[in-house]
């Protein structure tokens, strides 16, 4: 774990490094489509002190000046799989979004969607005996949580202190400089398949990019499409993606659970074209212009060609209803949200305050899909587009920019880490001056 | 069956990908510095060697230089720059001609070859010229206005006569005293350097300044002032001018000048003494020795 920690300290450290030049690039690498943004830190309030997030949600500290997507190659589940591949759509992508902005970027804020994420709850303990809480007493109290053993091919991703109590006061968003006895945390942390991170690094790297954070698709996605009192009061956010679909469930504007299921658009196509026995590029066409998960007598009436190029012409002239797609989509989408409905109950979503559930990602754009996911998941659906930031282009503000908006979001303002704060003492080296002055406090 | 209508081979999808080569070349091309150094260092080098490379020959750097040198002849000659004629004014005839010599001899001349300043300056180093002022004037006359030096003294340098003014510098030479009677004479070693001091003197001289003949400077230190009648006036070093007003008092008095004095001597103040001349040593003596002996006799 401490290779992660070092890690993830390096790669804040490149994030600063990208805000003092300015110009940094969002890459959201999807199963369907890789987007890529570039974004100039230079808004009016990029230089304000940093009590709380600022108005806006902090996007206005920066604007998208070059934009770009790309159908990706390559992925599938979210997880690399044909590195050579997806190293040339990233570099396809990346080079049209400089040339847009005009700019070279050299550091890049990637974000994962696949790599089977796995949510642990972990809480942590310290005696401050009566003292004031200090920056140090948070990093001890966040290294004393007992992790578990999330196996070795596993990384940690997110790490995010939700919660801090004091003693018998629980919810403490900063206890800093408060007294008491026993502070203890609650933290969240998020593990991720370490392959699939490697792969995502190492693709990042043969494209001369340096990586500048890596954020957890399901995560940034609910940034960028919950309203600031969804997050506030308890929601979660379902991002319908190519080949996974993301969960996140947001409570007091910390994230405390995320998972994903490994079904997406890409599955529903796949059934479209082995139902219908017609290519895959065409079943994707079909879903996009005549999809839907609701029939209705009409749809028994419009016929679809489906078309080919075969020779055969009996085979070339077929037509599909528009009933016959919606029943072959719908069983596969109303799987993806029964499999959801299973994973935010095992969560334990039912016992949030309020549980909201947006809807986000391409495939929400699914017509009718809010009135299932409403039978499936619950009453309070509604679905999401992301966040408005300034500069974005009008192809790029549609729900399957949500986790590439969110990006940038995090980008310009992360959430604090378990490595943002001091270094513990007992991870200092054995001779540092820090290690002198703790113990001679301590000690006198 | 082979197909009988040529058809292009199946075409092979188009990859978007950019090169690795070529993704790093548009980066390169990205990079603020190396645009700046495209485009702006790049063009001055290639001016900058061009230019070099041409210049780089002897023959046309000549031409280059034969170029600027006609332009500006061209533009120097025009007729607004040209100076037609001079005039001078405020001087005599032989100082005119001296600065005549120092003008350009022919007309029309650019007045961009004229160095005023420096004309100015060789002007002002003759003897006979305090000040001057040279200008192009209008209609394209050099005008040149001279301040002649005026003689305060005639200095016997030697055998030469020559002009001085109040500073002690020398406007010219005079072949004879006649010439200007109306200047006093000084001579005696290092009398020019103390001018003033003579000019003070001759003025103070009064009652006295017709009969002046001129003033010698004695032992580089003091003034005496030579009567007609081999008549000497010795001054003191200093305190000159008192000790010429007593003498010129006594003289009022007793009319001691008109006597037959050789040498009033004033050096010492105390002590103011006459010398007679002879024959009226002997008079004077043979008047007391007859008044004694008259008076022994009574």
């Known amino acids: 774990m401490g290779d992660v920690y070092d890690n993830q300290r390096a790669m804040r450290q490149m994030r600063k490094a990208a805000m003092q030049r300015g110009v940094v690039a969002i890459l959201d690498v999807g199963t369907s489509k890789i987007a890529c943004l570039v974004l100039r830190f230079d808004g009016p309030e990029q230089f304000k002190s940093v009590d709380g997030v600022g108005s806006m949600a902090g996007q206005s500290q920066f604007r998208v000046i070059g934009a770009a997507t790309t159908r990706s190659r390559g992925v599938r589940f979210g997880e690399i799989e044909a590195m050579q591949e997806t190293e040339r759509a990233i570099r396809t992508v990346v080079q049209a979004a400089q040339k847009m902005a005009k700019v070279r970027v050299d550091h890049v804020i990637a974000s994962l969607s696949g790599g089977r994420p796995r949510s642990y709850g972990l809480d942590g303990a310290l005696d401050v005996s009566g003292g004031m809480v200090t920056e140090q007493d948070i990093s001890q109290v966040m290294a004393n949580c007992d992790v578990p053993d999330y196996g070795s091919d596993r990384e940690v991703l997110h790490a995010q202190p939700v919660n801090f109590a004091l003693d018998h006061r629980s919810g403490l968003a900063d206890p800093r400089g408060q007294i008491g006895n026993r502070l203890t945390t609650d933290m969240h942390m998020l593990t991720v398949d370490s392959v699939a991170l490697q792969n995502l690094f190492y693709c990042i790297k043969r494209c001369d990019l340096e990586l500048a954070g890596l954020a957890s698709s399901a995560y940034v996605s609910g940034m960028s499409s919950l309203v600031e009192d969804e997050q506030e009061l308890g929601a979660a956010c379902i991002d319908l993606g190519g080949g996974s679909t993301g969960i996140s469930v947001f409570m007091k504007k910390h994230m405390i659970y995320a998972d994903s299921v490994r079904m997406g658009g890409d599955h529903v196509t796949s059934d479209i074209s082995m139902g219908l026995q017609i290519p895959a590029a065409t079943a994707e066409r079909i879903k996009t212009f005549y999809g839907g998960v609701v029939a209705t007598g009409m749809d028994d009436r419009e016929m679809i060609e489906t078309g080919g190029e075969t020779g055969d012409w009996e085979h070339d002239r077929r037509t599909v209803s528009r009933a016959e797609l919606i029943g072959i989509m719908r069983p596969r989408v109303e799987e993806i949200l029964e499999e959801v409905r299973a994973r935010l109950d095992a969560a334990g979503f039912e016992h949030l305050p309020s549980q909201q559930i947006v809807l986000t990602g391409g495939g929400s754009q699914i017509p009718g899909l809010d009135g299932l996911a409403s039978k499936i998941l619950g009453q309070q659906v509604r679905l999401g587009r992301p966040l408005r930031v300034q500069g974005l282009p009008q192809a790029a503000i549609g729900p399957a920019f949500s986790s590439a908006v969110g990006l940038s979001l995090f980008a310009a303002n992360p959430q604090d880490e378990w490595w943002d704060f001091e270094i513990p003492a007992d991870r200092y080296p054995a001779r540092s001056l820090k290690r002198a002055v703790k113990w001679f406090k301590d000690n006198w | ?298």
């Open chain 2, 1 to 298: 069956m082979r197909s009988l209508i040529r058809r292009p081979a199946a075409a092979v999808p188009h990859d978007p990908a950019p090169s690795r080569l070529g993704y790093r070349y548009q980066r390169l091309l990205l990079t603020p510095g190396f645009r700046a150094t495209m485009r702006i260092g790049v063009p001055i080098l290639l001016i900058a060697s061009i230019a070099g490379s041409h210049f780089s020959q002897p023959e046309n750097r000549a031409a280059l230089m034969a170029q600027i040198e006609s332009t500006k002849q061209r533009f120097q000659q025009r007729p607004q720059f040209m100076v037609k004629a001079m005039t001078i004014t405020g001087a005599d005839q032989e100082t005119m001609t001296r600065v005549i010599d120092l003008l350009p001899k022919e007309y029309p001349v650019s007045s961009f070859d004229l160095d005023l300043e420096e004309t100015r300056r060789t002007i002002e180093a003759l003897d006979p010229v305090q000040s001057a002022s040279v200008r192009v004037g209008a209609a394209g006359t050099l005008e040149v206005r001279l301040t002649p030096r005026v003689p305060a003294a005639l200095w016997r340098d030697g055998a030469d006569l020559r002009l001085i003014d109040g500073g002690g510098i020398v406007s010219g030479t005079v072949t004879s005293r006649s010439d200007r009677l109306d200047l006093p004479l000084i001579a005696g070693d290092g009398a020019e350097q103390h001018i003033a001091e003579a000019l003070a003197l001759y003025a103070g001289a009064g009652p006295l300044q017709e009969r002046v003949r001129g003033l010698v400077r004695m032992g580089e230190r003091r003034w005496d002032i030579v009567l007609d009648r081999d008549q000497r006036i010795m001054l003191p070093a200093t305190g000159a001018v008192a000790a010429l007003d007593r003498v010129i008092a006594l003289n009022d008095a007793q009319d001691m000048l008109e006597r037959d004095v050789v040498v009033v001597d004033m050096r010492n103040a105390q002590r103011p003494t006459l010398r007679m001349n002879e024959e009226a040593v002997a008079a004077l003596r043979r008047v007391n020795e007859n008044i004694t002996t008259n008076g022994a006799g009574n």
